[in-house]
């Protein structure tokens, strides 16, 4: 209309013959967008993000990490919004598309070796502390719901350098081990970190943090359990002496258990054949004055 109108044309005559209102054509003039499509696109693009950092989520997580995000809506609009635009868990239901293989690692394998039979496994081997760390995220239900725990592990003295316990499983999890492991050992630019290709580990927010820390990320394969068999061993032990012992009612209890187990226990108590019959503290200790000494 307004082209109409530059040629010579009046808006009252292209509406008559368009069988239109002029008002609403005037209206839509000043607001071209209205409000509520605006509220709609902010309320979209938070869920992209939640979606995009957490894949795994369906509907309902991403409408309660849009409220976080100051984009607060019905779960039954966050379902609308997702359905319209294809969003939906990695994890839920097939639907159209869904049922594509998962995507490239966003690292590469730096732990596989090629035998002489051509078969790739993987090494974890590391001659100094804060060379190759390992990690894995667990589970195990309380009278509360589930609680989550990421730890990573440093392969040379199987010392947990760092980890994370949360009711949720998001990319948060992951990256506050990272972050607490990075506060506890101080220099670890260049140091390789093993992970499987669980979202948490390829999310924007994890990739992120490893870019800041200058640490080196590294990926084995998809439905690989043997490729980080390292930190399966360790949780095992965890499952063996904490979360099987009993039945957990709260949350708090849970978390109180695994903190005092791996800080007294595991770090301190529990001596290993593969450190020579020391406790991680004590390898490290012994293994690093000796070093400096060499030095």
């Given at each position: 209309?307004?082209?109409?109108?530059?040629?010579?044309?009046?808006?009252a005559v292209?509406?008559?013959?368009?069988?239109?209102?002029?008002?609403?054509?005037?209206?839509?003039?000043?607001?071209?967008v209205?409000?509520?499509?605006?509220?709609?696109?902010?309320?979209?693009?938070?869920?992209?993000?939640?979606h995009?950092?957490d894949?795994e989520?369906?509907?309902?997580?991403?409408a309660?990490?849009?409220?976080?995000?100051?984009?607060?809506?019905?779960?039954?609009?966050?379902?609308?919004?997702?359905?319209?635009?294809?969003?939906?868990?990695?994890?839920?239901?097939?639907?159209?598309?869904?049922?594509?293989?998962?995507?490239?690692?966003?690292?590469?394998?730096?732990?596989?070796?090629?035998?002489?039979?051509?078969?790739?496994?993987?090494?974890?081997?590391?001659?100094?502390?804060?060379e190759?760390?390992?990690?894995?995220?667990?589970?195990?239900?309380?009278?509360e719901?589930?609680?989550?725990?990421?730890?990573?592990?440093?392969v040379?003295?199987n010392?947990?350098?760092?980890?994370?316990?949360?009711?949720?499983?998001?990319?948060r999890?992951?990256?506050?081990?990272?972050?607490?492991?990075?506060?506890?050992?101080?220099?670890?630019?260049g140091?390789?970190?093993h992970?499987?290709?669980?979202?948490?580990?390829?999310?924007?927010?994890?990739v992120?943090?490893?870019?800041?820390?200058?640490?080196?990320?590294?990926?084995?394969?998809v439905?690989?359990?043997?490729d980080?068999?390292?930190?399966?061993?360790?949780?095992?032990?965890?499952?063996?002496?904490?979360?099987?012992?009993?039945?957990?009612?709260?949350?708090?209890?849970?978390?109180?258990?695994?903190?005092?187990?791996?800080?007294?226990?595991?770090?301190?108590?529990?001596?290993?054949?593969a450190?020579?019959?020391?406790?991680?503290?004590?390898?490290?200790t012994?293994?690093?004055t000796?070093?400096?000494?060499?030095?």
């Amino acid at each position: 209309m307004s082209e109409l109108a530059g040629d010579g044309i009046p808006v009252a005559v292209t509406c008559r013959v368009l069988k239109l209102s002029r008002q609403p054509y005037y209206r839509w003039l000043v607001h071209p967008v209205t409000d509520a499509e605006l509220v709609e696109a902010y309320r979209a693009n938070a869920l992209f993000d939640a979606h995009r950092d957490d894949p795994e989520f369906g509907y309902r997580f991403l409408a309660d990490e849009a409220r976080q995000a100051g984009q607060p809506m019905a779960e039954r609009t966050a379902w609308r919004i997702c359905a319209d635009n294809g969003w939906w868990s990695r994890f839920g239901k097939k639907r159209g598309k869904n049922g594509k293989k998962p995507g490239p690692p966003v690292h590469d394998d730096l732990c596989a070796v090629v035998d002489e039979k051509g078969r790739t496994r993987h090494e974890f081997t590391a001659t100094a502390p804060n060379e190759l760390w390992i990690g894995d995220i667990t589970e195990h239900w309380t009278g509360e719901g589930k609680l989550y725990l990421c730890a990573f592990k440093d392969v040379y003295s199987n010392r947990i350098v760092g980890y994370s316990i949360d009711s949720r499983m998001k990319s948060r999890l992951a990256v506050t081990a990272l972050n607490n492991a990075v506060a506890r050992r101080g220099q670890v630019a260049g140091c390789v970190v093993h992970t499987d290709r669980g979202s948490q580990f390829r999310s924007r927010k994890f990739v992120g943090a490893l870019n800041r820390h200058h640490i080196v990320g590294s990926m084995g394969r998809v439905g690989a359990c043997g490729d980080n068999a390292a930190m399966e061993s360790f949780f095992s032990l965890l499952q063996k002496n904490v979360l099987n012992r009993h039945a957990w009612a709260t949350r708090e209890e849970l978390r109180i258990a695994i903190v005092t187990w791996i800080e007294r226990t595991y770090h301190r108590r529990r001596r290993q054949d593969a450190l020579g019959r020391l406790t991680p503290i004590e390898y490290e200790t012994i293994m690093t004055t000796t070093a400096t000494q060499a030095a």
